[in-house]
């Protein structure tokens, strides 16, 4: 049972801070004022169904793609850990200043138009993908393997996708409300605590991948 909670929680808290959908919640505000109220909500439904799939494929094939070009798993989780380590370090001593790359991008036209810019990349970015792809390197291989307990931890680790797709949802869709209440000062803060999980998660997967690196030289 705990491995199963222990997935859950590694997929949540891995991707929440760099999908960050509190914070893209007033650029999708933004980018979506000329639509009612009623067009936002479907377009929040989208963007995280979007979300959900490109992280998905991102945590169940990426690995293997690697794999195909003969890069072990300890050097993915390596090379992962410390792409999510670099990139907490950054959010960690960003400025205030909002990012302008992000909020420069290109509105929508329509429902239609939520995959560019809303989906990828404002909300799923090269950032987001490379840590699905390191937390994918995270299966319960070893010496007590069976399928039941991939099944078992692989469902966790889908469930704690899920449940990014729907802060995403919740997020957009209460975005002038996330704006009112939090404030710039409130979002800067919950970023920065959630900035400082990211770096230990990161540092946890460069670990992991080491010790399987010591243990193949042995």
Do not use: K
């Not at 997929?11 to 505000?29: D, K, R």
């Not at 794999?67 to 990139?87: D, H, K, S």
């Not at 790359?101 to 036209?109: D, I, M, N, W």
């Amino acid at each position: 049972m705990s491995d199963i909670v222990n997935a859950f929680l590694l997929v949540y808290a891995g991707l929440f801070p760099i999908v960050n959908p509190i914070g893209g919640a007033p650029i999708f505000l933004g980018l979506t004022r000329h639509n009612t109220e009623a067009e936002r909500n479907v377009i929040a439904g989208r963007v995280a169904v979007n979300g959900f799939l490109l992280l998905l494929g991102s945590m169940i094939i990426g690995s293997h793609l690697l794999e195909f070009f003969g890069i072990t798993l300890p050097i993915v989780r390596i090379a992962g850990g410390l792409v999510v380590t670099a990139f907490a370090w950054q959010m960690l001593h960003s400025g205030d200043e909002v990012d302008h790359t992000r909020a420069a991008l290109p509105r929508p036209q329509g429902l239609s138009d939520t995959f560019y810019p809303l989906t990828m990349p404002l909300t799923v970015g090269p950032g987001s993908m490379s840590v699905a792809i390191a937390l994918g390197t995270q299966r319960p291989w070893g010496p007590h393997f069976d399928l039941t307990r991939l099944a078992l931890v692989g469902g966790a680790a889908v469930l704690g996708l899920a449940a990014i797709a729907v802060t995403i949802y919740v997020s957009y869709r209460s975005a002038e409300r996330i704006v009112s209440v939090l404030g710039p000062s409130g979002t800067n803060v919950l970023m920065r605590l959630s900035a400082f999980i990211l770096l230990c998660i990161g540092i946890e997967i460069v670990w992991t991948g080491y010790a399987a690196l010591a243990g193949l030289a042995s």
